[in-house]
């Protein structure tokens, strides 16, 4: 069976990318990151996707991107936005998917595998430059370049499902290959038992694409 290395952070779109690497064939490794988010209770969400879809291992790596800061996600004196915004808004990590990547292709490199997935979407994207198809296709060429495999010959392919579905077309596949969306995080800034807000970019995106689908969410909102 082909590995799979699969981006997993607990939210709706990753919890469904790593549906849709287990219905095409592959054996799945889940890979998340406490990186110093505010939102930490989704580290929980992505344990129980991965329980539940019997990944071949699940890994947490840590990494501390709050001493960097630059984001409401990582700086708590930052305050996460309640209204629409436009352009790149304060919820982008920065470099938050190119160090992700990066650590999944090491990974996938000692697993020999050759394949990564990441669940970015560039249709209800919140404006990040690093969701977009032009970055996973320079970070495919990079991956091929910067390692011992591609140099060998052993390319690899990131593969982004995602990047071109509406958020309702992701809920609907989802649901068609049993994703458990109640076990997902999606908010910006939960409580501590995992409840939503129900007003940042994340949640109203997610909020819409269930009432586009035709489908009742299932988060938990306070």
């Keep these: 069976m082909t590995i799979g290395v699969v981006l997993l952070s607990g939210g709706l779109d990753s919890a469904t990318t790593l549906a ?27 344990r129980k996707i991965a329980a539940s879809a019997r990944v071949a291992e699940h890994r947490v790596i840590s990494i501390d991107l709050s001493a960097f800061g630059g984001s409401a996600l990582t700086d708590t004196t930052i305050d996460v936005p309640e209204v629409p915004t436009t352009g790149i808004p304060v919820t982008y990590v920065p470099a938050r998917n190119t160090v992700f990547l990066s650590m999944a292709l090491a990974w996938a490199e000692v697993l020999e595998a050759r394949d990564l997935f990441m669940g970015v979407n560039a249709v209800d994207y919140s404006g990040y430059p690093d969701c977009r198809i032009e970055f996973i296709q320079e970070f495919e060429k990079l991956a091929n370049l910067a390692t011992r495999a591609g140099i ?28 458990e969306y109640e076990n997902t995080v999606s908010c910006y800034q939960p409580n501590g038992d995992g409840y939503a807000c129900g007003r940042c970019d994340s949640c109203r995106i997610r909020k819409e694409g269930f009432q586009v689908a035709g489908f009742v969410d299932p988060a938990r909102y306070y």
Excluded: N
Excluded at 159 to 166: N, Y
């Design 20 to 46: 849709i690497a287990k219905e095409q064939g592959f054996e799945c490794y889940a890979l998340s990151f406490s990186y110093g988010q505010r939102h930490s209770i989704e580290l929980e969400a992505a």
């Design 152 to 179: 060998e010959g052993s390319r690899f392919k990131v593969h982004a499902p995602l990047i071109e579905w509406s958020k309702a077309d992701i809920i609907t596949k989802g649901l068609e290959l049993g994703v």
